[in-house]
């Protein structure tokens, strides 16, 4: 008895994991934005840099020095990511310069620390507008670009999303109250996109990092009880730094994930399972 099976696709392409792609980092200036941008152009990507405004325009000419030394090409654009109109310009803007969109890191957010009896109802607001309104739009936005497109000739993919979650995702923090929620929907989020944008050929995931030196959190890691506390429980006796976090990011994004789906994928060097 025969059996009907699709085309075989060639092996994926490993001589850089993003040839040719044309990639949306938001929340690209800094922390880990930027390095998945830096990353993605280190491995063939063309990067949209996305950022926030006046107070980031430093910061993202510097990161699109480092896209343009890999030999790549950038564009910025600058905008709130919890206004829809943002994720809207970010995509006109990624086809109008590269004609196709095949990645976006929907990387944005903020976490602001507060005690949680306290928390002004603004702050809760902002949190969630920004980290989970933020990449539903941008991310909706994206999927009806990629919908439309031909797909991938290597793998019959239309496209990736990747956004970064956290391990605040699976576990609480009495000052991130307004936080947590909203990493846990982001998980959520890709999982639910992972069912409704499968079947078009466009790939979900999640990373979730854990504890990662970034400026969100310096400030708390200034306490050197607390630094060494985080320290203690990583079973590789340190915190984590941006380009540990881009490094499976640009993986999920790639070819040879070309069957995860709806995945996420905790880095977060043990943290989570060590009960020291």
């Not at 709130?80 to 994720?87: C, K, M, N, V």
């Not at 040879?256 to 977060?268: H, M, R, T």
Request: hydrophobic share 40%; glycine share 8%.
């Amino acid at each position: 008895m025969s059996v009907s099976l699709r085309p075989p696709y060639p092996w994926p392409n490993t001589n850089g994991l993003l040839p040719g792609k044309t990639v949306i980092v938001t929340g690209s200036s800094t922390g880990i934005g930027r390095a998945i941008a830096i990353t993605a152009a280190k491995n063939g990507a063309n990067v949209v840099l996305h950022h926030l405004g006046d107070s980031t325009l430093d910061d993202v000419t510097e990161v699109k020095s480092h896209v343009e030394a890999a030999g790549m090409k950038a564009i910025v654009v600058a905008g709130d990511i919890s206004d829809p109109e943002t994720a809207t310009k970010i995509v006109s803007s990624a086809v109008s310069t590269f004609s196709r969109i095949d990645v976006l890191f929907s990387n944005a957010g903020i976490c602001p620390f507060h005690t949680f009896l306290d928390l002004p109802h603004s702050l809760w607001k902002r949190v969630q507008d920004v980290n989970l309104n933020g990449s539903f739009y941008v991310t909706q936005a994206v999927a009806n670009v990629m919908a439309k497109q031909e797909p991938d000739v290597t793998t019959g993919q239309r496209g990736a999303i990747v956004a970064t979650s956290s391990i605040s995702a699976l576990m609480g923090g009495g000052e991130q109250t307004h936080y947590t929620p909203t990493k846990a929907g982001i998980k959520s989020f890709m999982e639910s996109c992972a069912i409704a944008l499968g079947p078009l050929r466009i790939r979900c995931n999640s990373v979730l990092p854990g504890s990662i030196e970034t400026a969100i959190n310096i400030e708390d890691l200034s306490n050197l009880e607390k630094r060494r506390d985080q320290e203690r429980r990583v079973p590789l006796e340190r915190l984590g730094e941006p380009f540990d976090i881009a490094g499976p990011a640009v993986f999920f994004a790639s070819d040879l994930a070309k069957y995860v789906n709806g995945a996420s994928l905790l880095v977060d060097g043990g943290m989570a399972i060590s009960l020291q």
